[in-house]
């Protein structure tokens, strides 16, 4: 399976810009990233998702390295309610197990007020 | 609209015992999945249905882990004989189809004694 590296803890003020990194250097052509956020005591939530392209929701953005090797999510402005664990996660092609999302530990982030 | 439920939100069960936890999905998704989240660790994949398709049991532990999916709708999961090690919340998912974002229900919370 392709694996992410992601820090396991970062903090962040609140109202100020977060980036949380992930690196993925054994991705394959056909894998996109996806992130997903999981706050306290809830299921997981989507939040983004790219294949090679720059990506922009309500929630974050998304920046994919040009060699696809690294990735970066960023929050643009962190609120409280963005505390949660993210998860960096290589989805491959949707046949089969690689469609199925493997989770890593994820990076817990901290925003203080 | 309404989201993924799952039920019982929690379930304190005896070593030995059969459990069955429930799943309802958002309407209209034909992909569905199951995974376990023991404590302090990251999600961990269990099963996926799609449409009428045989399911993806590649994740399950044990032969004593079962899921069922009736109606292409509702899905049961039965955990039978458990042990403390089943021990962990489980949470189901939805998404479009295979290709689509997951949504999250809350999941269960399991506790073998």
């Known amino acids: 399976d392709a694996k992410t590296t992601q820090p396991n803890s970062m903090e962040s003020n609140e109202e100020e810009p977060v980036h949380l990194p992930c690196n993925h250097s054994t991705i394959s052509g056909t894998d996109y990233i996806h992130w997903y956020r999981q706050l306290p005591s809830q ?11 720059n990506v922009n929701n309500r929630m ?9 090797k690294s990735s970066t999510l960023i929050l643009h402005r962190a609120t409280l309610r963005d505390a949660a664990v993210y998860y960096c996660i290589l ?3 949707y046949g089969g197990s690689q469609g199925n999302l493997i989770f890593g530990k994820g990076t817990k982030l901290s925003v203080k007020p | 609209g309404a989201g993924v439920s799952q039920s019982p939100s929690n379930k ?3 070593k030995g015992k059969d459990v069955e936890l429930r799943c309802d999905p958002i309407s209209g998704h034909t992909a569905l999945y199951w995974y376990r989240q023991s ?5 961990e994949f269990l099963i996926y249905f799609q449409g009428n398709s045989a399911p993806d049991k590649s994740g399950l532990p044990s032969d004593r882990f079962s899921a ?28 479009f189809d295979r290709s689509h974002e997951q949504y999250f229900g809350p999941g269960t919370r399991l506790t073998v004694t």
């Open chain 2, 68 to 95: 069922e999916r009736t109606g292409g709708s509702v899905s049961t999961l039965t955990i039978q004989r458990t042990q403390q090690e089943d021990s962990a919340v489980y949470l189901c998912a939805s998404s």
């Open chain 2, 12 to 14: 304190v069960t005896e």
């Open chain 1, 43 to 53: 299921g997981p939530e989507y939040v983004i998702h790219g294949l090679t392209s």
């Open chain 1, 91 to 93: 989805r491959g092609n």
């Open chain 1, 60 to 68: 974050a953005s998304l920046a994919i390295a040009e060699d696809r």
């Open chain 2, 39 to 43: 404590l302090g660790q990251g999600l």
